[in-house]
């Protein structure tokens, strides 16, 4: 679990600013994941990449929220214009290939003010 | 809709008593997996399952895929006040290899 990082662990932003979340995956891992969570609640799924592509992002809303895997450095996901609905734990995951199990980082607790 | 349905939602019970969750699909899934996951972690994975059948064991928990490959159950014998956590099933659905999470069971093991 370690071994895939998250940064920062927690962040508080004001309403209409923008939030940047980093996820260093495994070494070795070119697939990562990122899930949203509320309290109570389970994983929702919200983009996939693999080095430099976004393979789905189905879950993920259409506006405010990207999301980039480089070829070189973290993977990034972004939310523009925070609103406080956004407030919640994102984690990312990654796995060395596709339909692999996945490992996951501690998350990023993000708080809308 | 819900893809992977877990129960029950909740679960409290006496530290040494047994217990199963359940996670249940009309999908089939190549694989299953379970995570548990503590108050402000990350999901850590405990199991696969792959073959449909299969049984397997890690000490008190024991993991079952059904034959059909719909459906998995958790077994935990003599829980511990060390097992509370959050139990997630989540499978690879789709083309594209999307890991999906079933919404989970709360345990609470009480000494």
């Known amino acids: 679990n370690a071994g895939v990082m998250q940064n920062p662990r927690h962040l508080v932003r004001r309403r209409g600013q923008e939030a940047r979340l980093r996820c260093s995956p495994m070494k070795g891992h070119s697939h990562v994941y990122w899930y949203r969570q509320l309290p109570e609640e389970g994983l929702k799924f919200m983009v996939y990449?693999?080095?430099?592509?976004?393979?789905?992002e189905s879950g993920m809303p259409k506006e405010r929220f990207s999301a980039e895997f480089p070829k070189e450095g973290p993977s990034i996901l972004r939310i523009q214009q925070v609103v406080r609905g956004d407030s919640a734990a994102y984690f990312c995951?990654?796995?060395?290939?596709?339909?692999?199990?996945?490992?996951f980082g501690q998350g990023t607790r993000l708080t809308v003010v | 809709t819900q893809l992977l349905e877990q129960s029950p939602q909740f679960l409290s019970i006496q530290e040494g008593e047994n217990l199963t969750v359940y996670c249940n699909s009309s999908s089939v899934f190549s694989s299953l997996q379970w995570y548990r996951q503590e108050p402000g972690e990350g999901p850590v994975l405990l199991v696969t399952v792959v073959t449909g059948g299969e049984v397997k064991k890690l000490k008190r928990l024991t993991f079952q895929f059904g034959d059909a490959r719909k459906d998995s159950s958790l077994h935990i014998t003599a829980a511990q006040p060390g097992d509370t956590g959050l139990y997630l099933c989540?499978?690879?659905?789709?083309?594209?290899?999307?890991?999906?999470f079933g919404k989970g069971t709360k345990l609470s093991v009480k000494p």
């Open positions: 989540a499978g690879v659905w789709g083309s594209q290899g999307n890991l999906i």
């Open positions: 995951a990654s796995s060395p290939h596709k339909n692999t199990e996945a490992f």
């Open positions: 990449l693999q080095k430099e592509n976004i393979i789905d």
